[in-house]
């Protein structure tokens, strides 16, 4: 089988390209799984900036609310007390 030196050498050069190529497949593939990996971490980020992205829009909502609604209790407490002041106003006056 093994005549010459020639023979060993190309099944030695044979025997490194067949580790080489192990090599590179399973540098391949690590890449891809790191890869893969990156690609679920920015998933996550984007679920996450989004979720953020939603409780700020709530919470800006509900502000918008509460603030019409302090508006109308505002109105309101001033017109209760010009009343609490008028009908002090009128008893004052009935007692003189």
């Not at 093994?2 to 192990?22: A, G």
């Not at 502000?63 to 008028?86: D, G, P, Q, R």
Request: hydrophobic share 50%; net charge positive.
């Amino acid at each position: 089988m093994l005549e010459t030196t020639k023979d060993i050498l190309w099944l030695v050069v044979s025997f490194c390209i067949l580790l080489f190529t192990v090599f590179i497949c399973w540098a391949i593939y690590y890449v891809a799984t790191i890869l893969r990996e990156f690609q679920k971490m920015i998933m996550d980020v984007r679920k996450k900036i989004e979720l953020i992205e939603g409780l700020i829009k709530a919470a800006k909502d509900k502000l918008e609310h509460t603030s019409s609604y302090v508006k109308l209790m505002m109105e309101s407490i001033e017109t209760a007390l010009h009343f609490i002041k008028s009908r002090k106003i009128e008893q004052s006056k009935k007692k003189k």
